[in-house]
């Protein structure tokens, strides 16, 4: 079954643990991307990959990392989660980013609580 | 001011009732509207497509797009409980790689 995982689904933690959450796609796309979701501010954009070892930021970068060594993974880490990255994430992946659109293809989201 | 405004409701109607969503934007490079359901608990899943301005039917749901406007719009027609999601708009410009920009959501309950 085409699909994006991502793992763990829930996760409680506290400020300044580092944490990783995976995500991986078995599509063979070359596009994938990470978003926050929040009430009242919709899906935002953390990072994305337009292939392997190409990462780049998106609008709220701050505080996360990526990296894309393998083309179906797409790890986001956290190396000090604060409270305010309490949220909930998703991981969508897409056949490329070229100039039409293609599907993107999310993620069923991993809530993460910083106390 | 954000790039997409969406009304988040939450809205509630009863079943068989025709269910309009909108969304406003400000960027006039955006040419790609998507509409987007999620169910609670569920990731985003892609409802509707259209490219430029026009509309676009697919059995009882028709999406809008009114680009002189900067307007695009959600039509469900009978609607149903299973209906019940938060339906979310997105937009792409050509040059702007994989990058979507969504609204807020508009959380929608469809009551027997």
């Known amino acids: 079954e085409a699909q994006v995982t991502q793992n763990p689904r829930y996760l409680i933690t506290v400020t300044g643990k580092k944490l990783t959450v995976t995500c991986s796609q078995n599509m063979n796309h070359e596009y994938m991307s990470w978003y926050r979701q929040d009430p009242g501010l919709g899906l935002r954009q953390i990072y994305y990959s337009m292939n392997v070892e190409v990462t780049d930021k998106g609008d709220v970068p701050e505080g996360y990392k990526v990296s894309r060594k393998e083309k179906r993974n797409f790890p986001l880490i956290l190396e000090s989660p604060s409270p305010n990255q309490t949220s909930l994430y998703f991981c969508?992946?897409?056949?490329?980013?070229?100039?039409?659109?293609?599907?993107?293809?999310f993620g069923p989201g991993t809530r993460l609580t910083v106390l | 001011q954000k790039e997409v405004e969406q009304d988040p409701g939450p809205l509630s109607v009863p079943e068989g009732a025709i269910v309009s969503l909108n969304c406003t934007y400000s960027?006039?490079?955006?040419?790609?509207f998507m509409w987007y359901r999620q169910y609670s608990r569920k990731g985003p899943e892609l409802l509707m497509y259209?490219?430029?301005?026009g509309n676009k039917e697919d059995g009882r749901f028709t999406a809008q797009v009114d680009k002189s406007s900067k307007y695009i719009s959600l039509f469900i027609r009978d609607s149903q409980p299973s209906d019940s999601a938060t339906y979310l708009c997105?937009?792409?410009?050509?040059?702007?790689?994989?990058?979507?920009?969504f609204g807020q959501g508009t959380e929608l309950s469809v009551k027997p």
């Open positions: 960027n006039s490079a955006f040419q790609y």
């Open positions: 259209t490219y430029s301005s």
């Open positions: 969508a992946s897409s056949l490329n980013s070229g100039g039409t659109y293609n599907e993107q293809f």
């Open positions: 997105a937009m792409k410009a050509y040059n702007q790689g994989g990058k979507l920009i």
